[in-house]
């Protein structure tokens, strides 16, 4: 099903703080959970987004320049392997808020989490996705 997304991401790092948001047409597919695709503009290159609502943890995966697999478990902290033209790094990723709610015709998502890298603080972070069913 085609639905119409909103992205909001906040991340804070070294006392600066960066937001950017992002709307594009996306699908929805319902399968055992839902999954969430879009595709959003990286420095002017396109990246393939997933997002899937399972209640055991949302997996966020990126695909194009820059490669990502996220799992976000709320209290948890998680291994997740990210991939740039300079290489491949593994982060962790400490979930401290997770919030989903499915409505009838679309969903919101909030996630508040921090990063490490071999446990230097990267800083802190928020993704909100919301999408509805789009009218096209």
């Known amino acids: 099903m085609k639905?119409?997304?909103?992205?909001e991401q906040k991340l804070k790092q070294n006392n600066e703080v960066m937001k950017y948001h992002n709307e594009v047409e996306g699908t929805l597919t319902k399968?055992?959970?839902p999954y969430?695709?879009?595709t959003e503009m990286l420095d002017g290159e396109p990246i393939?987004?997933?997002v899937k609502m399972d209640p055991a943890g949302i997996r966020i995966s990126r695909r194009g320049a820059v490669k990502?697999?996220?799992l976000f478990v709320y209290g948890e902290t998680t291994q997740n392997v990210y991939t740039t033209?300079?290489?491949?790094t593994v982060m962790d990723v400490t979930t401290t808020r997770l919030d989903?709610?499915?409505l009838s015709t679309g969903g919101r998502l909030i996630i508040h989490y921090k990063l490490?890298?071999?446990g230097e603080d990267l800083g802190q972070f928020k993704y909100q996705l919301d999408y509805k069913e789009s009218a096209i």
């Open 3 to 7: 639905v119409w997304v909103t992205t």
């Open 31 to 33: 399968r055992r959970v």
């Open 36 to 38: 969430v695709s879009y």
């Open 48 to 50: 393939d987004v997933r």
């Open 68 to 70: 990502m697999d996220f």
């Open 85 to 88: 033209p300079a290489g491949r």
């Open 100 to 102: 989903y709610k499915a």
């Open 116 to 118: 490490s890298e071999r």
